[in-house]
Structures are given as structure tokens and as C-alpha cells.
Nanobody
Framework: QVQLVESGGGLVQPGGSLRLSCVVS????????MGWFRQAPGKEREAVSY????????HYGDSVEGRFTISRDTAKNTVYLQMDSLKPEDTAVYYC??????????????????WGQGTQVTVSS
């Protein structure tokens, strides 16, 4: 069955870096676009980044553009989110998700059909 498992979260100081990983099983990354979302306490889940099924197209939310980088390794069935220059407002639970084919705008939460359990990222001094 389809599974997505995130890891790599933790506590980091402002200005620091973390790399999140999302290992997938039950499907191949070549066939699906993938996304990263995050949800802070009391806030809506927001789109952070997207990578196309071919890996050649990426998108980022305005708040992370220039600081975060999405990538993937198809041999390892893994999607990554490199997060640099972290800010306290980046604190949230981060989720990876599989995009259903033909789902329209990349940042629409409803266009994703499978989700991981999430990994906590806390940015604090």
C-alpha cells in the first residue's frame, strides 16, 4: 500500500538549517508529483513546495522562496526539503504528500491524495 514517512525534523536555532526526508513506498516517484506542506498551531495547513513527476519543475511558497530547496532521489524513493536560513515563523509540523494526477494548481491541498504523518520543526533560540 501507499506510505509516506517523513523524518529529519527537530529543534534548530534561527539562521540554522535542516533537511527533511520523505521516504515513499507503494508507488514510484517517476509517476507522481510530490509536495511539502506545513501546519503551525492554530493555522491552516499551507503549501511549502512542489516537485513535478519528472523532477524538472519546482514551486515554492512566497514565505520560503530562496531559502528552501526541494529535490528527490528516485533510486532511494525519497523526496527532500532542504531548509536554510530558518526563522521562528517556520516552526510547524511538516508533511509530505503525493499529488493526484491532473489536480490543477500545485498549492491546493485537496489535490493531494496521500499524506505522511508529519515531522515537527521548531526554530527557537
Amino acid at each position: 500500500q501507499v506510505q509516506l514517512v517523513e523524518s529529519g525534523g527537530g529543534l534548530v536555532q534561527p539562521g540554522g538549517s535542516l533537511r527533511l526526508s520523505c521516504v515513499v513506498s507503494g508507488f514510484t516517484l517517476d509517476g507522481y508529483a510530490m509536495g511539502w506542506f506545513r501546519q503551525a498551531p492554530g493555522k491552516e495547513r499551507e503549501a511549502v513546495s512542489y516537485i513535478s513527476s519528472g523532477g524538472g519543475i519546482t514551486h515554492y511558497g512566497d514565505s520560503v522562496e530562496g531559502r528552501f530547496t526541494i529535490s528527490r532521489d528516485t533510486a532511494k524513493n525519497t523526496v527532500y526539503l532542504q531548509m536554510d536560513s530558518l526563522k521562528p515563523e517556520d516552526t510547524a509540523v511538516y508533511y509530505c504528500a503525493r499529488r493526484a494526477p491532473g489536480s490543477g494548481y500545485w498549492a491546493t491541498r485537496g489535490g493531494y491524495d496521500y499524506w505522511g504523518q508529519g515531522t515537527q520543526v521548531t526554530v527557537s533560540s
